[in-house]
């Protein structure tokens, strides 16, 4: 069974990335939760050696966090990445970094 914290963030990142291409960040993306998965992926790409990072997901990043302010924004984003270490210790950090890879192939790779 997947874990929850999985569930929820690939849930996001599915029904809100098509949106927020569309419309923008401020449309589409509870940009605190964004910010949350984007410091998820960042910890992944620090940790697993992943190459590339999808530029449109970054400038969202960036609007999400300006939209949201630096305080609340770099909390989310520490909060993200703490997840990534959470489950890497539970589940081991090559092991994590796989499962990141599958669920978010069109981000990083």
Avoid: W
């Avoid at 990142?13 to 419309?23: D, I, M, N, R, S």
């Avoid at 984007?38 to 940790?47: E, F, N, T, Y």
């Amino acid at each position: 069974m997947a874990s929850p914290f999985r569930m929820k963030l690939s849930a996001i990142l599915v029904a809100l990335f098509p949106l927020t291409l569309a419309y923008g960040p401020a449309r589409a993306v509870d940009c605190t939760d964004f910010l949350r998965m984007h410091g998820m992926l960042r910890q992944a790409q620090a940790q697993c050696a992943f190459q590339s990072f999808n530029p449109e997901i970054v400038d969202m990043a960036r609007r999400c966090y300006n939209r949201v302010g630096s305080g609340k924004g770099a909390q989310a984003i520490r909060a993200g990445a703490k997840e990534f270490d959470y489950i890497a210790d539970l589940r081991g950090k090559d092991v994590t970094c796989a499962l990141i890879g599958r669920s978010f192939p069109m981000v990083i790779r």
